[in-house]
């Protein structure tokens, strides 16, 4: 029978997304792994595969189309046998939210000129919300046997299961799902600002041109929002020098300029942090409602300013990479950050991030914590200043300030003091990093 194809849930958060573009057309052939679609998350652009193989039959929802809801069908795959004649007087309308059909007295619907087909079956949850990734045709043939999908192992794209996954699978016993606990109570409301009707009226008499918010800058709101109001922010300040880190870094991109690598200060920074979070493991920690994981590997996010945002890709394991190795994976990020093109994996996780505005000309600022990260490392310019040496005497330095935004949930004030005074200690003396 003909397949719905879905919109996929293409990272955790997802709720809907732009269809920005197909890449196939009705008519077409596809196999598993195919790519079918280019589909705009709230933080990049993705390239979406075909889970079966067959002939698309039908495209329900056309390139450009934004705000679709995840499982709304976008188009109908055809198997072997079957027509565009099948799908084309009862392919559903791509209405993300459908008004219910009209029942007549005994509770049926209203017939509208035939039978509809059958749908697939929603996406599958296991007992505690985790979604299931299944195709449509897999989720059918499932309902049909009575298969239960959190007992079948997927070997489609990323885990999915696909349809000879569940054609072989057999009936096993479903086990009962845990009796709920109560539901805790709502929390209070937090406090909102004006809503856009009073906002506009402010500004009645005011020329202005609106803009409408897109999914990164909803969700760079939603998320900021969170952090502000639900993470108890302290903040801890340190000055820096670091004549030694420059004349050190003038000295290797002398000798790595053969192999056309020229390491940054924030390559240094970044191998600092990574560094101290070895050397402070406590501090390596992020909170997870009821408790907190401190984690192994020193994963660093980095913010990078994008057109209409930001990302904060993460350089997993930082601590044990080189500097040049730090230097071209961040460059590589970065460049494919400013095009969306990182993958979820890449801008998910880690434990710290930096976010640095020297370059900007900022002296110091308080960077906003990435939940649910423990701490967050604000960055500011090197700028000469008189400073008081080891012997008494004033000298001009340059001095960078930096300000941790620390989790008072995950690290205490001694403890980030001791994480940033590793930071600062690795930083005066950059030779010790590479030993």
């Known amino acids: 029978m003909p397949t719905e194809i879905l919109m996929p849930a293409l990272s955790p958060t997802m709720e809907e997304g732009t269809l920005a573009k197909w890449l196939v057309a009705e008519g077409d052939s596809v196999a598993a792994g195919d790519l079918l679609a280019e589909i705009e998350t709230d933080k990049a652009t993705m390239e979406f595969e075909a889970v079966d193989e067959g002939v698309i039959g039908k495209i ?126 709502a929390p209070a409301a937090m406090p909102a600002g004006p809503g856009t009707d009073a906002v506009m009226a402010i500004y009645a008499d005011r020329a202005y041109s609106e803009l409408p918010l897109d999914g990164m800058r909803k969700t760079i ?19 820096i020098r670091i004549d030694d880190l420059l004349a050190f870094r003038g000295q290797l991109n002398k000798q790595l300029e053969k192999r056309g690598v020229k390491l940054s200060v924030n390559d240094f920074i970044i191998k600092a942090c990574a560094l101290a979070l070895q050397q402070v493991p406590a501090a390596n920690a992020v909170w997870a409602g009821d408790r907190i994981l401190e984690l192994k590997p020193s994963d660093v996010a980095v913010a990078v300013a994008i057109e209409g945002g930001l990302f904060t890709p993460v350089l997993r394991d930082a601590d044990t990479k080189s500097l040049s190795q730090l230097s071209a994976e961040m460059k590589d990020l970065a460049t494919r950050a400013r095009d969306r093109k990182l993958a979820p994996h890449e801008y998910q996780g880690g434990s710290f991030a930096i976010s640095n505005l020297g370059m900007f000309g900022i002296d110091n600022f308080d960077a906003v914590i990435n939940p649910p990260h423990g701490a967050i490392l604000a960055v500011g310019a090197g700028v000469k200043k008189p400073v008081v040496n080891a012997e008494g005497q004033i000298e001009v330095a340059t001095v960078m300030s930096v300000t941790l935004s ?29 030993a």
Request: hydrophobic residues 45%.
């Open 60 to 185: 329900l929802v056309p390139a450009g189309t934004d705000g679709v809801k995840v499982n709304t069908p976008i188009a109908v795959l055809l198997e072997d046998g079957e027509s565009a004649g099948d799908i084309s007087d009862e392919a559903p309308a791509p209405n993300p939210a459908p008004e219910a059909a009209p029942a007549d007295a005994g509770g049926k619907a209203a017939p509208d000129g035939g039978p509809a087909p059958a749908a697939a079956p929603p996406a599958p949850t296991t007992v505690d919300g985790t979604r299931i990734f299944a195709s449509p045709l897999a989720r059918l043939i499932a309902a049909d046997k009575g298969l239960d999908l959190a007992q079948i192992t997927g070997t489609g794209p990323r885990g999915r299961i696909v349809k000879a996954d569940v054609e072989g699978a057999s009936v096993a016993p479903t086990p009962k799902a845990e009796t709920a606990a109560p539901a805790a109570p």
């Open 406 to 434: 620390v989790d008072h949930r995950v690290i205490d004030g001694a403890l980030g003091a001791e994480l940033l005074a590793a930071i600062k200690d690795n930083l005066e003396n950059p030779l010790a990093m590479l």
């Open 221 to 239: 709101a939603a998320r900021l929002t969170e952090a502000k109001q639900t993470i108890p922010h302290f903040y801890l300040r340190r000055d």
